[in-house]
């Protein structure tokens, strides 16, 4: 199929989201659209799915002007989706999954389930998607559930896909096997619209590159453009793409973690006997694909999660079971994965905001009242400090970016003096600017000699910051590693390959 | 360094917190124990009690099936020893699946085991006989009730909305089938006039949840109190001055020939109203409805994750709708339903069976071939909460009348197995 966009724009109020979008997909091409969280990325790709409708502009397919008013048109003129979040329903089979709102039918409005078992069956050997048709979603890992996305859209006769950032939730092995349903799909003429912020996959398999920056296209490059240049026409300005580090000097133990046995919400067990050691002025960094058990661990070293069994001790003291405040007064700093829930209150004030994990104390507060002077003293110093971009600090943090409500979290965090540092995600849909900011902050606390754990499901993140890498699947350690560990090594222990030999 | 190991292949852990099956495995060892000790060790070793299974009528009883006496003593304690071999059973291998339906058990052997040791003789009981057929009988028309009122909840959960107002359908449903009946003399009629009332009520659930977003707990509630409110007041108004729009008449058992007469199920299944065996087609075809057909395939997806189902195209508000004033119209049936079974509508006279059935609705675990089960435990507790009075028992039927709700929040706080409810139920949809 060939796609045609011709000067798409959409405004949400007075912001641009998309401002003139032209751009053409050929058959069998994969076209990448790179850009950042907030380019407007998301915004085009509802206005072609019929989830948006565009103020001007128009969709052209194989030559002919189309007006797309809802998914359902989408996919009937041939256009399938792949959210970044699936739109998978969890307790339903796979069967149920590909065929819903698309039934076979025999009598009494019964759905066909061996029509539609054969047709995935079909699909999965042509494009080599290999899936049990009766398993039930949730069971699935997630690679397997967006080979099921990618089968939705082919059995509705998909001759286009969109792909919405399909990669961030997949470890190194299945993003390759991923790009290897890409290029077969292209190869049997199917159209692919790619949508990313990774540099290395753009290179590695698009044949177009658009590049979108604050709702315009700024440019197109082809695949064998460096990463700097890339990154540069990304962001608008030159980015450092690696972070520096002072040399490595381990110093005494901090924080032990020992046989830590820790429940999901569900009761099941998330942790199941990690033991980790933080040294002093070290940065062990936690990789593994989401849902491992980080979350969990996380929680638990923080107090918001009781701890089965095991033990965790700073310096010495045991902190297994604190409570959060507790946890606070022994001097842990928490970055949290989910800034929004967990991080900050968004309707409160930036300079409140600042003070959430001391309110109760001198200078914040005497004597059960608060010491709004020394509040605000805090605030104006932190806000230039670490450059925090606000209309004032009086401002509720919801109006702000996320890269400036991050920064609001890393600024009351590290600006008091702290034992141990935890962060999970610490730069999850950030900008590429913010996080090398986020990065640097964090650095600059490993250089003063502390400690700190940093989780994270980006593999740059985790190579780029620690100074030893521990894995974690199905709630294990599967191996301890330096950064110097090649790409594919780590990847096969994301993935639930142990080591033989733990050689760090 | 060499890395590769064989990959493990199991997504979640498999492990189960097991405190609480311990938990359950405990409770039932208590009921066990006191079954043993109180009922059976705690009788004296000469009573005794019958079970029997004629009808009451008895000229329509082509076999006579007699009477079964057994020493109460030595029936309870084994009863009791079943009982705790389960928990002990449950305790030591902690099974994944099936812990509620061995608790469903434990209940009814206990129901039985006090049954046989309420009427025992010599005691103060009036009767040494418990008419097991009549119990059945007896609670079939409250069972009914109960149906009714689980399957709307499974029409309404199972696409997302919380229908609270199942009490207020009922209410509705019998005050106007009343009236309907009364004055044409024809039950059909009456039902006609409960699914419409019903059906409305439930468009007025459906209205404020699905238009403005408003809390169905709250509209529910709403509802379930004005209606009432309503009913107090049309009944002083209405019924009270005008008796002939309530005179109360009562549906005729339609005998369904041959199979009427089988010993204990046909009293039981075969000679009943029409209402009870429109309540046994609607179980099946709800059932069929919602696990076979592509209707029911949109209604679960809607139920579970309505965004994914939008994403195919699926009118998510319209399937909530459609779903919300059928199982509207069927609570309101269940209405007339229960006052063809019960006679003259009075106010109040529902008496929270709308929420026995959300309760029952739970415990099925949002199926309706699980809530049937659900609703027969229920509806024998609250007969049997009456009926146990005749056997002049020393402790109140109040307690016993008690017992759904005990068991439901035991299935709630997720200490019998673990319930899980349609991920989206009760969440107000948006299209983003």
């Known amino acids: 199929m060939r796609l045609e966009l011709r000067g798409i724009t959409k405004r949400f109020g007075s912001l641009i989201a998309n401002d003139q979008i032209s751009l053409t997909v050929e058959p069998g091409q994969i076209h990448s659209l790179l850009g950042e969280n907030g380019a407007g ?127 961030a939730v997949l470890t190194p092995q299945e993003i390759d096997a991923l790009m290897e349903v890409m290029r077969s799909l292209a190869s049997a003429g199917k159209s692919i619209l790619f949508i990313t912020h990774k540099l290395k996959e753009v290179k590695a398999i698009a044949d177009v590159i658009t590049v979108l920056r604050h709702g315009r296209i700024v440019g197109t490059a082809e695949p064998t453009a460096s990463e700097s240049e890339l990154a540069t026409l990304m962001v608008g300005r030159e980015v450092k793409l690696t972070v520096e580090k002072s040399p490595y000097k381990p110093g005494d133990e ?179 600017g913010s996080i090398e900011y986020v990065h640097h902050q964090i650095v600059e606390h490993r250089n003063r000699g502390n400690g700190s754990l940093i989780v994270s499901s980006e593999l740059d993140e985790v190579l780029a910051l620690g100074d030893r890498i521990a894995v974690m699947f199905e709630g294990k350690i599967s191996g301890i590693v330096d950064p110097s560990t090649s790409r594919e090594s780590i990847g096969l222990l994301m993935a639930g390959h142990t080591m033989e030999a733990t050689s760090v | 360094m060499s890395l590769l190991d064989k990959p493990t292949e199991s997504i979640a852990p498999p492990l189960v917190n097991s405190r609480r099956t311990r938990v359950i495995a405990v409770l039932m060892a208590l009921v066990g124990l006191f079954t043993l000790f109180v009922f059976g060790l705690g009788s004296g070793a000469k009573t005794h009690s019958s079970l029997t299974f004629d009808p009451i009528n008895v000229v329509s009883a082509p076999i006579k099936l007699g009477s079964l006496s057994m020493s109460v003593r030595w029936t309870d304690v084994v009863l009791g020893l079943i009982i705790i071999a389960l928990a002990t059973e449950v305790f030591v291998r902690q099974p994944r699946r099936g812990v509620m339906a061995r608790f469903g058990g434990v209940a009814t052997l206990f129901l039985i085991a006090l049954l046989s040791w309420a009427a025992r003789s010599p005691g103060p009981s009036i009767t040494s006989s418990v008419n097991i057929t009549s119990i059945l009988v007896g609670s079939s028309a409250t069972v009914m009730v109960l149906v009714f009122g689980a399957l709307s909840g499974v029409m309404c959960e199972r696409s997302g909305v919380v229908n609270i107002a199942i009490e207020g359908q009922f209410i509705g449903g019998a005050f106007l089938g009343s009236m309907i009946a009364s004055t044409t003399n024809n039950f059909f009629y009456a039902a006609i006039g409960g699914l419409f009332v019903g059906g409305l009520i439930g468009l007025v659930l459906a209205f404020f949840s699905l238009r403005y977003r408003s809390d169905q707990i709250i509209v529910g509630v709403v509802l379930v109190t004005m209606l009432g409110g309503l009913s107090s007041y049309l009944t002083l108004q209405v019924l009270t001055p005008f008796p002939n729009f309530n005179t109360g008449d009562i549906a005729p058992n339609l005998a369904i020939p041959g199979l009427s007469r089988i010993p204990i199920l046909g009293p039981v299944f075969f000679n009943q109203s029409g209402f009870f065996y429109v309540m046994m087609i609607l179980v099946g075809v709800v059932s069929f409805a919602l696990f076979k057909t592509r209707y029911g395939l949109h209604v679960r997806a809607v139920g579970e994750h309505p965004r994914a189902a939008a994403s195919v195209g699926i009118n998510v508000i319209r399937v909530r709708y459609i779903n919300v004033v059928l199982g509207g119209a069927i609570a309101g049936l269940g209405g007339v339903a229960f006052m063809a079974a019960q006679g003259q509508f009075q106010v109040g006279y529902t008496s929270g069976y709308g929420y026995i059935a959300l309760a029952a609705l739970i415990f099925g675990r949002w199926r309706p071939s699980g809530a049937v089960v659900a609703c027969i435990i229920f509806g024998l507790s609250v007969y049997l909460s009456y009926d146990l009075q005749t056997y002049q028992v020393p402790v109140s039927g109040y307690l016993l009348a008690m017992f759904p709700y005990l068991i439901t929040i035991a299935v709630v706080a997720g200490l019998i197995g673990r319930v899980r409810p349609p991920a989206a139920d009760g969440q107000p949809y948006q299209r983003d």
């Not at chain 1, 933080?278 to 491992?292: D, K, W």
């Not at chain 1, 930036?350 to 959430?356: C, E, K, M, Q, R």
């Open chain 1, 254 to 432: 901090v924080l032990h973690i020992r046989d830590l046995v820790v429940l999901d919400d569900r009761g099941l067990v998330a942790v199941n006997g990690v033991s980790l050691t933080v040294r002093a002025g070290e940065v062990l960094a936690l990789a593994g694909v989401q849902g491992n058990g980080q979350t969990e661990l996380v929680e638990a070293l923080v107090g918001m999660r009781p701890v089965l069994s095991g033990t965790i001790t700073l310096h010495g003291r045991d902190v297994t079971h604190l409570t959060p405040r507790k946890a606070l007064d022994a001097g842990i700093g928490h970055i949290p994965e989910d800034r929004h829930r967990d991080g900050l209150i968004l309707s409160m004030s930036v300079a409140d905001n600042l003070v959430l994990n001391t309110p109760r104390r001198a200078p914040f507060a005497s004597r059960g009242t608060r010491n709004l002077a020394a509040v605000s003293e805090n605030a104006v110093r932190l806000v230039k400090e670490f450059d925090i971009r606000t209309t004032s600090i009086e401002a509720p943090t919801s109006s702000l970016s996320g890269g400036n409500q991050q920064k609001v979290i890393v600024a009351r965090e590290l600006s008091r003096s702290l034992e141990f540092l935890v962060a999970s995600q610490p730069t999850r849909g950030l900008d590429v």
């Open chain 1, 41 to 167: 990325k998301s915004t085009l790709m509802n206005v072609l799915f019929g989830l948006l409708s565009p103020d001007e502009g128009d969709i052209l397919i194989n030559g002919v002007a189309t007006r797309i008013s809802d998914s359902g048109d989408a996919v009937r003129c041939g256009i399938g989706m792949v959210h970044q979040h699936f739109m998978l329903v969890p307790v339903f089979s796979v069967t149920e999954n590909v065929v819903l709102g698309f039934e076979p039918t025999k009598s009494f409005n019964r759905i066909d389930y061996n029509a539609a078992t054969e047709d995935i069956r079909r699909l999965s050997r042509q494009f080599n998607l290999e899936v049990d048709p009766d398993a039930i979603i949730e069971n699935l890992p997630v690679g397997t559930q967006q080979r099921v996305e990618i089968i939705k859209a082919l059995s509705h006769d998909a001759e286009l896909l969109i792909l919405d950032e399909p990669t």
